[in-house]
Every structure is written in C-alpha cells, then in structure tokens.
C-alpha cells in the first residue's frame, strides 16, 4: 500500500496531575527529518520518540509538539502547619521587640515561601502516558498517511491509463506515419523534377523509417507503466523507486519527440509528458 508523507494528527490526554496534548505533522521530504518541541520536565523521552519514529517510518519531516499543563485549579491547598507555626512565632518576636510594625494578613502568610505545599506531580506516571500518547498518535499518523497514499495511487493510476491511451494511439499512427514520409520523399523528388530507382527509393524509405521506428521506446513505456502499477502494490517505501521510473518514462517521451515526423505523434508525445510531469508531482508526497 502506497502511504503518502503528507498527514497530521492531535491526540490529548487527561488525568488527576494535569492534561497532555500531542501534535504530529508530517510533510514530504527526501530523508526521515524529525523535529521534537517537549517541556523541560520531559526532554529525557526525546530518544524514545526518536526511535518509534525511526522504526515506523522511512521518509518525511516530522514535527511532534507536546504540551503539558499541570493540575493547580479546584485542588485543595497543603498547609506546612511546622512552617506556619515557625512563622508565627517569629512574628511574636517581632511585635514583642517592635510593638507598632504592622502585621501581615492571612494571604501574605499564604504567600510566604514554605506556608503553602504543592505536591510534586508523578514524573514517572505523566512520562508514561506521554509514552502511550506518543504511541497513539504514530499510529494515527500513519493511517492518515495510508488514507493519503490510497488517493494518490488513484490518481497516478488515472494517469497511467491515459498513458497506455497515446501509446495505442501512436502505434496506430505508425503505417500512417510511414505511408506519409513515403509520400513526401516522392514529392520532393517530383519538384525536384528527378528521378530515382524503384530500389533507391524503397531503401531511402527503409532509412526513414528506421530513423521514426518508436516501437522500442512504445515498449519500453508499457513496461514503465507495468512496473509502476506493480510498485504500487508493493509493502514499504516505494517513493524513490517511483521516482526514479518518471525519469525513465519521461526518458522515452523525450525520444519519441525527437522521433516524431507529423503532428500527430508530436501530440502524443506532449501528452505523455503531461502526463508524466503530473504522475512525478504527485509522487513527491509519496514515501
């Protein structure tokens, strides 16, 4: 199955600590590119994420962007009643040896280092659900790529077809093409008010037609297009194999122009070359 590198994805998590939310990207690119923005509190899962990434996929840039919001709103506060009551008794001492400094109210006390505990968050328990997070949208991003993929080999078959189309259509233009080039050398000759040898003629069209034979390069095209659809069907990573078979195809429609002897054919081989040109762009997205 062909899977484009070409998806994106958010997945989120939440829990008594906090809340994770995760974004994949992916777009094309020649090599496996990936990008990590983590909180500093969990940095140290960079190598694993990595290392998914790396046995998951072939090609694409990715970038994973991760978010973690700790719990604080609606928990109950934790009094450290031993720092409070150190507190207060040092204020005691203050008033005792300045009778008039003013006294701070409950919320500075509150706000005072140490009065108010919070607890620290499961570091283990947030990097672990960050992990299955991780996991979760891998899996999301490939399918995506997968669904992508499955429009693009659509559309390069469709292109295909049309291929296979001025195939036929050229090797049917050939008696034409032969019986035209006869027909242009004998008026020629008749302007030219000359005379040529039955035998001399029949061996002079023999040349052209040597020289406008495109039956190679017609066979050499179906059996591009064979191998591509087969490539399309094949497991794993065929992006750079799919690549290098526009070149091979846009080789031969580059040498069928050079070949064509009327318009006819010209035709067909600006087609292909269409064609070709957008089967190679849709290919860049493939992986």
């Not at 010209?266 to 292909?272: D, G, I, M, N, S």
Request: contains cysteine.
């Amino acid at each position: 199955m062909v899977h484009s590198m070409t998806a994106f994805t958010r997945l989120s998590r939440d829990a008594n600590w906090g809340s994770l939310q995760l974004e994949l990207r992916s777009v094309n690119q020649r090599y496996l590119e990936p990008h990590f923005r983590l909180p500093d509190s969990l940095r140290d899962l960079e190598p694993a994420f990595r290392e998914t990434l790396r046995r998951r996929l072939a090609r694409g840039k990715v970038e994973c962007s991760l978010r973690f919001e700790p719990a604080g709103e609606g928990e109950a506060l934790t009094i450290n009643r031993q720092r409070l009551a150190a507190l207060s008794f040092a204020l005691q001492q203050v008033r005792a040896e300045i009778p008039d400094a003013p006294m701070p109210n409950a919320l500075a006390l509150l706000d005072h280092p140490g009065v108010v505990e919070a607890a620290d968050p499961d570091l283990e328990a947030i990097k672990a659900e960050a992990g299955a997070l991780f996991a979760a949208a891998v899996d999301d991003l490939i399918e995506g790529r997968a669904r992508e993929g499955a429009k693009l080999a659509e559309l390069i078959r469709d292109r295909l077809a049309g291929i296979r189309q001025q195939v036929t259509t050229v090797r049917g233009l050939l008696p034409a093409i032969l019986e035209r080039q006869r027909h242009q050398l004998q008026e020629r000759l008749a302007a030219l008010q000359a005379e040529l040898d039955p035998q001399r003629l029949e061996a002079e069209i023999a040349l052209l037609a040597q020289k406008a034979d495109v039956d190679e390069e017609l066979d050499r095209l179906e059996t591009h297009v064979a191998e591509v659809e087969r490539q399309l069907t094949q497991k794993g990573p065929v992006g750079r194999r799919l690549d290098f078979l526009m070149q091979e195809l846009n080789r031969e429609a580059n040498t069928l122009s050079s070949k064509s002897v009327v318009a006819e054919s010209t035709r067909c081989a600006v087609e292909l070359k269409v064609l070709i040109e957008q089967m190679r762009e849709q290919i860049q997205n493939i992986e």
